[in-house]
T-cell receptor
């Protein structure tokens, strides 16, 4: 069975601080995808990144960066110089590459509050 | 980027009535769509996987006769909540899988059953 754990329920930072959201996953499969989604107060889930299990390169996109470490089964997400607009719930998720198991398994989410 | 629409965004209905929610992939074709349910301040729970042209696959504990899913075309899946009751009140979100394997989500439908 697969599982995604986001141990941080809620994080509060002041604008311009850096913040890292943790994600740890469990799976026996060797081929899988990992995702991060943002859910602002409006409710819509916004896709941020997809990483496949073969690619452990870290990625940077503007103020966002992701650190994928297979050895520790972690896929952490860092926001640099946070802004108020970053306030949202962030979900880490896992899915598989085989046709029958493409549904996402979500973590419980981390609520990020960025104070001005 | 890929866009998924969902309609209606909000619906209030009386207990015992049926409600249909539509999920459309606007700029891509999706052979597979998914329906999730989210309770306040909780994560998303998969309800069912909808495959174009075939029956939906429901997760354990989800009543097939209560939550009817139809995936009639490559861009449209519908979820009908039949004989809705207050305990069915929730936020329902659909997603559509784009090539090669990313799910894009609709804006969600907030259902309130009185």
């Amino acid at each position: 069975a697969q599982k995604v754990t986001q141990a941080q329920t809620e994080i509060s930072v002041v604008e311009k601080e850096d913040v890292t959201l943790d994600c740890v996953y469990e799976t026996r499969d060797t081929t899988y995808y990992l995702f991060w989604y943002k859910q602002p107060p409006s409710g819509e889930l916004v896709f941020l990144i997809r990483r496949n299990s073969f690619d452990e390169q870290n990625e940077i996109s503007g103020r966002y960066s992701w650190n994928f470490q297979k050895s520790t089964s972690s896929f952490n997400f860092t926001i640099t110089a946070s802004q108020v607009v970053d306030s949202a719930v962030y979900f880490c998720a896992l899915s598989f590459m085989d046709t029958g198991r493409r549904a996402l398994t979500f973590g419980s989410g981390t609520r990020l509050q960025v104070q001005p | 980027g890929a866009v998924v629409s969902q309609h209606p965004s909000r619906v209030i209905c009386k207990s015992g009535t049926s409600v249909k929610i539509e999920c459309r992939s606007l700029d891509f074709q999706a052979t597979t769509m998914f329906w999730y349910r989210q309770f306040p301040k909780q994560s998303l729970m998969l309800m069912a996987t909808s495959n174009e042209g075939s029956k939906a696959t429901y997760e354990q504990g989800v009543e097939k006769d209560k939550f009817l899913i139809n995936h009639a075309s490559l861009t449209l899946s519908t979820l009908t909540v039949t004989s809705a009751h207050p305990e069915d009140s929730s936020f329902y979100i659909c997603s559509a899988r784009d090539y090669p394997d990313t799910q894009y989500f609709g804006p969600g439908t907030r259902l309130t059953v009185l």
